[in-house]
């Protein structure tokens, strides 16, 4: 099975960037469609961007959509999410994670569908 490793996070001023990693060993990251939650204090933890085994197809929530970026390098094993024009609201630990569900080429949206979670990295915007 896979292990998630998420790097990346930490403090940064509203309006800035952050570029989150997520690095996958013990299975190749192509096999699964991948997924970035959040989890933010009193919260559920939320999908808020997925992308497909080939990275050619991608879902964003529309509280990131515009802003953030998911991308993957299979050949690397690595996953990433480039997060710009942050906000204070953005402010949570954020989680990569795999799922070996769903149809190549299409993302996976439903939480109950990932099988394998990284152990997260906080992200804290300031004002």
């Known amino acids: 099975q896979v292990q998630l490793v998420e790097s990346g996070g930490g403090l940064v001023q509203a309006g800035g960037s952050l570029r989150l990693s997520c690095t996958a060993s013990?299975?190749?990251?192509?096999?699964?469609?991948m997924g970035w939650f959040r989890q933010a204090p009193g919260k559920e933890r939320e999908l808020e961007a997925a992308?497909?085994?080939?990275?050619?197809?991608?879902y964003y929530a529309d509280s990131v959509k515009g802003r953030f970026t998911i991308s993957r390098d299979n050949a690397k094993n690595t996953m990433y999410l480039q997060m710009n024009s942050v906000k204070p609201e953005d402010t949570a630990v954020y989680y990569c994670?795999?799922?070996?569900?769903?149809?190549?080429?299409?993302?996976?949206?439903?939480?109950?569908?990932?099988?394998?979670w990284g152990q997260g990295t906080q992200v804290t915007v300031s004002t």
């Open positions: 994670a795999a799922s070996a569900k769903g149809s190549y080429g299409y993302t996976v949206v439903r939480r109950d569908e990932y099988g394998y």
């Open positions: 992308i497909s085994r080939s990275g050619g197809r991608t």
């Open positions: 013990g299975r190749a990251l192509s096999a699964y469609a």
